[in-house]
Every structure is written in structure tokens, then in C-alpha cells.
């Protein structure tokens, strides 16, 4: 325990991380001295004050009057744009190799120009969003409580922000706005995803979309819902190819239900509903109705034939013939009379015989 004026001795642990650093297999051997990258705090406040920018009274001052909503809009984007447009240099700067180029300074701001622009097209499916988190939840008494409270609504916020920037170029900081709302909220969407309006995330926690994934208009999705990749398109040496389309396509109206994973590029159509837990990675047509029993009846093979359920047959039967072995023998079992023995024989046979029939009714598809 340290003494109060006593330093820690720190020698040996910096002369080790100077050898971990300069070892021949780190991960990071030879990766050259570079300039500043962008900076998640930095960041952060940016999407705090384009967020109070996008809904002042919610997000502005509590004493900000009629009259001055467009000045605090207006001082609040200058103040949250300057920034921004250093952060996007920065990134620009490394996604070139770390090198100076004074045309990054020119580039990120004619980029964050284009980001501004974009704003109110970024608020308004914002609004629709809000809606349809109002509209699709009985516990929200308003669409104040929606905005200020609702992690769904927070993640497609900062989504829709990062989406545009991740659009025009800044992928560093898109990437980094959406790591921010994971952090915060559980909900996890690459900003490359596109995302039509209308869009509810009821509860959030878990949730996961991936960068490929295109969601239509009015989609639903409860907690725990994966939007995955099933598989990984390689180039011919073997390296994965990047930016490939490998996640789901969901189109209008679709449910999905909590826990559910689908996988793949594959399409789920229009009105559909995927229950909880369900294990997709194939496309259904529009108007489906997808829940656990439906995914249990794929495990039957071409021939028809389901290996889980041969399996208990053959196990009921073995059991039946165990028990009326036990009945001739005049053996009892576990102690008990050798009428239940018998009883329990019958049972098992004749549950067997369901099983075997349920089977080769299977077998015969």
C-alpha cells in the first residue's frame, strides 16, 4: 500500500510494454508514428449538439423563446459543424495512409457542407420514426417520452446521422457515431445499413444490423433481433472481399419478433412476420407467417425423414420392451408393485407407436 508522497515504481512495467510493443509477432509491428485520429469525445459533442439542432425543444435550453429557435439552431450547427469538419479531416487524413495533404482540410469541409444540407432530410423519416415508435407501443403516453426516453430512438438518431456522413466518405467518424449509440443503447447498426422511415426498435437491447442490410418502410424489431451475415464472399487468394452484400433484405411492414437471427442475403417480403427465436436464412414471400414449429419442420431431409424423431421412437420402444420384460420376469421396478410395472409398459408403448406413426407419416413426404 502506498504512503501518502510515495510514487509508484513503474520501470519494469514500462520496459515491458516497450518490449511488447517492438516484439517480432505484435499485431502492431511497423505501424508507423501517426498524426491525430479522430476523437470519440470530440465527436460525442458533435452528435449532442446536431441532435439539439434536430429537436431544440426537446434538446435546447429550457428558457429558449419562439423567437429564438433559429439563432440557437444556427449558433448550435456552427459550433457542432466546425468541430466536425476537423474530426473528418482527421479521418480522411488516415484513410490515406496518415500523410499530409492540405487538400483533406478543403475535402472535409466541402464534405460536412454536404452533411449540413442533408440535415433536414435526415429529420424528417426522424419524425416518422418517432411516430411509429408511438403508434406500435401501448406503454408511450407521448411522443415527448419517445424522444427523451426510448433507446430505439436514440440509436436510429445517431444511425441516420452516421449513415449520411458514412454516404459522403467520413466512414472513420460514421463508424465512430455508431459505436457511440451502441455503447449507450445496446443497438448495434452499421452505418452503412440503409434504413427506410417509419422504423421502431421496441426495446433495443441486443439488437444488431449489419453494414449490407436494407430495411424497408414501417419495419418492426424487438430486442435481440439479428440482422447477420450467414457467410463471407472471398476473393481467389482467400481474403474476404469487403463491402459485399451478404446481410438480409427486409421489405415494408415486417415484424420481427424478439430474439430471431436472419441470416444472409436473403429477402424477407413485404407483411411478413418472423416469430421469436426464429433461425432464418432463407427468403420467404411476402405475407409469411414464420414461427419456431415452421423452422423444426426443415429438419426433415429430402427423403422426408426426421433423425430427431426416429431416434425417440426408438427409445420409447426400448423403454416398452424394457418394462414388459420387467412385467414376464415378475421383476418389479424401483420397488413398486408389478401392476405398475405394466401400466407403465403400456404407456410407453403406446406412445412409441404415436411416435413411429408421426415418423412414417414424415417418411413418407
Not at 18 to 43: K, M, S
Not at 152 to 172: D, N, S
Given at each position: ?16 510494454l516497450r518490449e511488447a510493443r517492438g516484439a517480432r509477432d505484435g499485431l502492431l509491428v511497423g505501424t508507423p508514428r501517426r498524426p491525430a485520429r479522430p476523437a470519440r469525445a470530440a465527436i460525442a459533442a458533435v452528435v449532442t ?317
Amino acid at each position: 500500500m502506498l504512503e501518502r508522497g510515495e510514487a509508484w515504481d513503474l520501470t519494469d512495467v514500462v520496459g515491458s510494454l516497450r518490449e511488447a510493443r517492438g516484439a517480432r509477432d505484435g499485431l502492431l509491428v511497423g505501424t508507423p508514428r501517426r498524426p491525430a485520429r479522430p476523437a470519440r469525445a470530440a465527436i460525442a459533442a458533435v452528435v449532442t449538439g446536431l441532435r439539439a439542432a434536430l429537436f431544440p425543444r426537446h434538446f435546447g435550453p429550457v428558457d429558449l423563446t419562439d423567437e429564438g429557435v433559429d439563432f440557437f439552431v444556427g449558433h448550435t450547427l456552427d459550433v457542432s459543424l466546425r468541430p466536425l469538419v476537423e474530426q473528418v479531416r482527421r479521418g480522411l487524413r488516415h484513410a490515406a495512409g496518415g500523410g499530409d495533404d492540405p487538400r483533406h482540410a478543403a475535402d472535409a469541409a466541402a464534405l460536412v457542407g454536404d452533411f449540413a444540407r442533408r440535415l433536414p432530410e435526415i429529420r424528417s423519416p426522424l419524425e416518422r420514426d418517432l411516430r411509429a415508435a408511438f403508434d406500435g407501443d401501448p406503454a408511450a403516453y407521448d411522443l415527448d417520452e419517445v424522444l427523451l426516453c426510448y433507446p430505439g430512438i436514440t440509436a436510429i438518431t445517431h444511425h441516420r446521422l452516421a449513415h449520411a456522413l458514412f454516404g459522403l466518405g467520413a466512414t472513420l467518424v460514421a463508424r465512430s457515431i455508431a459505436e457511440i449509440a451502441h455503447a449507450d443503447t445496446g443497438v448495434d447498426i452499421h452505418p452503412g445499413a440503409a434504413v427506410a422511415g417509419s422504423f421502431f426498435i421496441d426495446h433495443g437491447t441486443g439488437v444488431v444490423i449489419g453494414e449490407t442490410t436494407v430495411i424497408g418502410e414501417r419495419v418492426r424489431l424487438y430486442q435481440g433481433v439479428t440482422l447477420g451475415a450467414r457467410s463471407f464472399p472471398t476473393d481467389a487468394a482467400g481474403q474476404i472481399i469487403k463491402g459485399a452484400p451478404r446481410h438480409p433484405i427486409v421489405e415494408d411492414d415486417v415484424v420481427i419478433y424478439a430474439g430471431a437471427s436472419v441470416l444472409g442475403r436473403v429477402t424477407i417480403g413485404r407483411g411478413s412476420s418472423i416469430g421469436g427465436n426464429v433461425w432464418l436464412t432463407r427468403s420467404v414471400a411476402p405475407g409469411s407467417r414464420i414461427t419456431q414449429a415452421q423452422a423444426r419442420d426443415e429438419t426433415f431431409s429430402a427423403a422426408g425423414t426426421s433423425v430427431p424423431l426416429a431416434i425417440a421412437a426408438g427409445l420409447l420402444v426400448g423403454v416398452g420392451a424394457r418394462l414388459a420384460n420387467g412385467c414376464t420376469s415378475g421383476h418389479g421396478v424401483c420397488g413398486v408393485s408389478r401392476l405398475a410395472p405394466r401400466a407403465l409398459a403400456a404407456t410407453a408403448t403406446f406412445i412409441a407407436t404415436g411416435a413411429l406413426t408421426v415418423f412414417l407419416t414424415g417418411a413418407a413426404r
